[in-house]
Structure formats: C-alpha cells, structure tokens
C-alpha cells in the first residue's frame, strides 16, 4: 500500500511540473522564451533614436543607457534613463523614447507577457563643417542663456 502512495505522488509530481504555467497578466519577464522586438529590428531602433537624438545633439558622441517595458500591446511604459551621456536631459531622451512605434511584445508559453528590455545606444554623429560650427553657436548661445539665468537666481 505504501508503494502505490509513493507512486500516486510521483505521478502527481511529474504531472504538476510537465504542465504549462500560465502567464499572469501582471507579471513582468526579465527572459520570456520570445523577447520584444522593435518593428524594424535593432538596426532599425538604433536609427530612429539616432535620428530623434540629431536633431537636439550639439556634441558628436552620446551614450545611454534605459530600462523599458514593452507591454502585451507593444507599447513603451516605465522608462527608466539608466546612463545618459548625451546633450539631452532625462525628459527630453523619455520622450523621444515614449513616441516611439510599437514593438513586437515578448512571447513566454505562447502567450504575449509584459516584458523588461534595455536599450544600449552608442552614437557618433557625423556632421558637415558648417553644421558643426552651426551647432556650437547654438549650444554656446544655449550656454550662456543658462549661465545668465543662473546667476540672477
């Protein structure tokens, strides 16, 4: 009698593990088994941002560095700048990523998960001349607006 008890357990055990574990609606995955995917793929990531970043850089080279989360619908919530090496204050570089187009959304068990994605971004702008010296105007003139509303305070 004893042996069938331990076997019921065994078969009951094997059963519970071999079973596939729903994905609660509210749990974030750090490693589904299908990660999110930006639509065009990373080339195409790191060219939109590198775009969106162009536009307000005044310097050649940025680094940064944020955690997101791709929701089941693809879209970008709780943006965190982890490292930011850039012209750009933390604001600024959430909104550009906040605007972005949807992502493919992580897949775990064969259900669309939640899920954390870091975005690494190391860029070097290649300006012309005249746009560089077009640039360092601006971000002088930028400068010393911010140094004169400094010390009026």
């Not at 949807?102 to 702008?125: E, P």
Request: hydrophobic share 35%; net charge positive; aromatic share 8%.
């Amino acid at each position: 009698m004893r042996k069938v008890h331990i076997l019921f357990l065994l078969l009951l055990f094997a059963t519970l593990c071999k079973s596939k574990t729903v994905a609660d609606s509210d749990s974030i995955y750090l490693k589904p088994e299908i990660p999110a995917q930006y639509e065009g793929g990373t080339l195409d990531l790191m060219s939109y941002l590198s775009k969106k970043m162009a536009d307000t850089h005044c310097y050649s080279h940025a680094h940064i560095i944020a955690q997101i989360i791709v929701e089941k619908d693809g879209s970008i919530s709780n943006v965190r700048v982890r490292r930011n090496f850039s012209d750009l204050t933390d604001s600024e570089l959430k909104t550009i990523i906040y605007e972005m187009p949807k992502w493919k959304c992580a897949v775990h068990n064969g259900q669309k998960v939640r899920s954390y994605t870091f975005i690494n971004l190391h860029v070097t702008f290649q300006f012309s001349e005249e746009e560089i010296k077009k640039r360092e105007r601006e971000c002088d003139s930028i400068r010393s607006s911010s140094q004169s509303t400094n010390l009026e305070r």
